[in-house]
T-cell receptor
Framework: DTEVTQTPKHLVMGMTNKKSLKCEQH?????MYWYKQKAKKPPELMFV???????INESVPSRFSPECPNSSLLNLHLHALQPEDSALYLC???????????????FGPGTRLTVT | GQQLNQSPQSMFIQEGEDVSMNCTSS?????WLWYKQDPGEGPVLLIA?????ELTSNGRLTAQFGITRKDSFLNISASIPSDVGIYFC??????????????FGQGTILTVHP
């Protein structure tokens, strides 16, 4: 099973709202990623978690707050977003063996976020 | 950061034609990956390459890891309408950090006319 699921599929939120994006994988992967993607552009890495610990934060504004409650789940909490934050938010996961990352990342279908 | 130059940016072809796209870098990469993304969906991993000179096929797709480790190409043979989408190359830079960080090309938008 190489499936990564994301909810919701679509989200519209105002600039004063608080919302959360959810991601789940059941492949036993120990690395999980959040990406932001604008139309017809490549994904841009935001955060990397390995063994439920934050490993990389690509200087993402604090209005994006990631959380990894367990090895299968990854959340992205959103607060006070700006219209320019509207994008497709992708979750991905990959294996980690003895601390060595596999670069084969498996992506979820994404959450289409619109900030009004 | 490290950049991948992916070309062409877009292609318009007739069904049945073969397609070729490539990625180049001025730096050495340890791993090359090719993804396809359909509209409104996440990227799907097509092929992963790990050794210089490696040639790997997946159905009508063939990809190669360049000998210099600075480039990779993807060929699609006998294209069909469902090949439409954006194709991204991605790589793990040899001198990069760990934690699975990938560098992505800018994508090739493929349109197939029936």
């Amino acid at each position: 099973d190489t499936e990564v699921t994301q909810t919701p599929k679509h989200l519209v939120m105002g600039m004063t709202n608080k919302k959360s994006l959810k991601c789940e994988q059941h492949m036993g992967h120990r690395a999980m990623y959040w990406y932001k993607q604008k139309a017809k552009k490549p994904p841009e890495l935001m955060f990397v978690y390995s063994y439920e610990k934050l490993s990389i934060n690509e200087s993402v504004p604090s209005r994006f707050s990631p959380e990894c409650p367990n090895s299968s789940l990854l959340n992205l909490h959103l607060h006070a977003l700006q219209p320019e934050d509207s994008a497709l938010y992708l979750c991905a996961s990959s294996q980690v063996d003895l601390g060595v990352f596999s670069y084969e990342q498996y992506f979820g279908p994404g959450t289409r976020l619109t900030v009004t | 950061g490290q950049q991948l130059n992916q070309s062409p940016q877009s292609m318009f072809i007739q069904e049945g034609e073969d397609v070729s796209m490539n990625c180049t870098s001025s730096s050495i990469f340890n791993t090359w990956l090719w993804y396809k993304q359909d509209p409104g969906e996440g990227p799907v991993l097509l092929i992963a390459l790990y050794k210089a000179g490696e040639l790997t096929s997946n159905g009508r797709l063939t990809a190669q890891f360049g000998i210099t480790r600075k480039d990779s190409f993807l060929n699609i043979s006998a294209s069909i309408p469902s090949d439409v989408g954006i194709y991204f190359c991605a790589g793990q830079h040899a001198g990069g950090t760990s934690y699975g960080k990938l560098t992505f090309g800018q994508g090739t938008i493929l349109t197939v006319h029936p």
